[in-house]
């Protein structure tokens, strides 16, 4: 058989961020996770890539879908963002952020596949989360996308409630994204989390040994 | 070559959420009400998935409608038989396994996926699953169906060993309910049967009576 040898096959299949994300909002913040999984086709490309994007001081973004699509969009924005907060004098709001990647999102929904979940603090609406798929701007309490969210869902729908503190926000975050790399190919290594509320921002990343731990069969 | 055609040229399916899980005494088995076609026609509200195949054995049937009512047909002439020649109640892994060979030897033609659960005097309660292809698995608790993607995480996190009989019933319940909210091919009432040494003891829970979460 006369076949072309085209190299390995990650060389030719596109890099997307199959993944899991999450965002909560509790009472004065919000909590964002993703897992750290980037692959192009069966392999894994990148096993510690944080998904969790800068948009402003106090407003993160969280990418799946194609890695690169989603990557430009949290850069364009971070832009239009510095520029926006300039003008205005102080920082933007979260609906404003959320606005600009919905914006870009409907505009080229049919050349790109992304899915950005906009999370962050600002001082008229504390805490708030949005979700900008295919274009469609919505504010939830709480949002899940990516691959790894379809497993998640009856957990999060049965374990979320409104008003959390931080701690249980983070604790519920984290639950959800151990529960769901677990059972996503596509999603797996560690957890990121961001916090945003008034008094700043803080990181942490929770590697795969210090997850917590589910009946396993 | 099209060997994954159209549901909707196929027919009725079950697109749907059927779980089993073991207690102790015991194992429950459940499932939702919903039958469609296409996706986007329910053609029934009510249909029970739970099959009886023995006195304590049941199965329920997720895919193809036709293939899972030929295919249990078959199992439940074969375990009546069986159980005449033994002189005593069939084993559930007996069960199983005739579902299994049924499924394997003709997994070209078939669409449908089981999962048996049961009580026998040697093993007590069980759970098996087999799957599209055929392949027999024995494990304490087991979910199936469209709908049953949602809810892996929720029965990862919230399944113990040993459960009692009032916490198994409301885990299995919160379950099915869970992937009813977010599956649009799961829906109806949930039908449950409770299967222990006793006997098998089936509970309907109707739409109103369902746990409500948080955005309902």
């Known amino acids: 058989m006369l076949e072309e040898f085209t190299g390995p096959d990650w060389l030719s299949e596109e890099v997307k961020t199959g993944t899991t994300i999450i965002a909560v909002e509790f009472d004065g913040g919000v909590v964002l996770g993703s897992d750290s999984r980037v692959s192009a086709g069966a392999s894994v490309v990148n096993r510690v890539m944080n998904k969790l994007s800068l948009l402003h001081d106090k407003i993160y973004c969280a990418l799946s879908g194609s890695a690169a699509d989603a990557q430009t969009i949290a850069e364009i924005v971070n832009y239009q963002l510095d520029v926006h907060s300039v003008e205005l004098g102080e920082d933007p709001l979260v609906r404003s952020a959320a606005t600009l990647v919905k914006n870009i999102s409907y505009k080229y929904k049919e050349e790109l596949s992304a899915h950005l979940i906009v999370a962050g603090w600002d001082r008229r609406g504390g805490g708030q989360v949005f979700v900008t798929l295919n274009g469609l701007l919505s504010k939830q309490p709480f949002a899940v996308g990516g691959s790894g969210s379809s497993y998640i869902y009856g957990f999060v729908d049965a374990e979320f409630r409104k008003s959390m503190s931080r701690r249980e926000s983070q604790e519920f975050v984290v639950n959800a994204l151990t529960l769901a790399m677990s059972r996503d190919g596509s999603s797996g290594g560690v957890a990121y989390l961001v916090t945003i509320d008034e008094t700043g921002t803080e990181e942490k990343c929770i590697l795969g040994n210090e997850l917590p731990k589910f009946f396993d069969q | ?216």
């Open chain 2, 1 to 216: 070559m099209d060997r994954y055609f159209d549901q909707s040229i196929k027919g009725v399916s079950t697109g749907t959420t059927i779980l089993a899980v073991k207690f102790n005494g015991g194992v429950i088995i459940g499932s939702d009400s919903r039958a469609s076609m296409g996706g986007s026609y329910v053609s029934s509200k009510t249909i029970n998935k739970l099959i009886q195949v023995h006195d304590r054995i049941f199965c329920c049937i997720a895919g193809s409608l036709a293939d899972a009512q030929a295919v249990t047909k078959m199992a439940k002439f074969q375990l009546s038989f069986h159980s005449i020649q033994m002189e005593s109640p069939p084993l559930v892994k007996a069960a199983a396994s005739v579902m299994k060979e049924l499924c394997y030897s003709n997994k070209d033609e078939l669409q449908a996926g089981f999962i048996t659960a049961g009580w026998d005097r040697k093993k007590g309660p069980q759970v098996y699953t087999v799957s599209l292809g055929g392949m027999l698995l024995s494990q304490p608790f087991t979910i199936g169906g469209s709908g049953s993607t949602y809810i892996y995480g929720y029965v990862d996190s919230k399944y113990k060993p040993d459960m009692s009989r009032e916490e198994c019933l409301q885990f299995a319940t919160n379950a099915i309910a869970l992937a009813m909210g977010r599956d649009n091919v799961s829906g109806g009432v949930v039908h449950l049967v409770v299967i222990t040494e006793d006997g098998a003891e089936h509970v309907v829970i109707p739409g109103d009576k369902l746990p409500k979460f948080h955005d309902e």
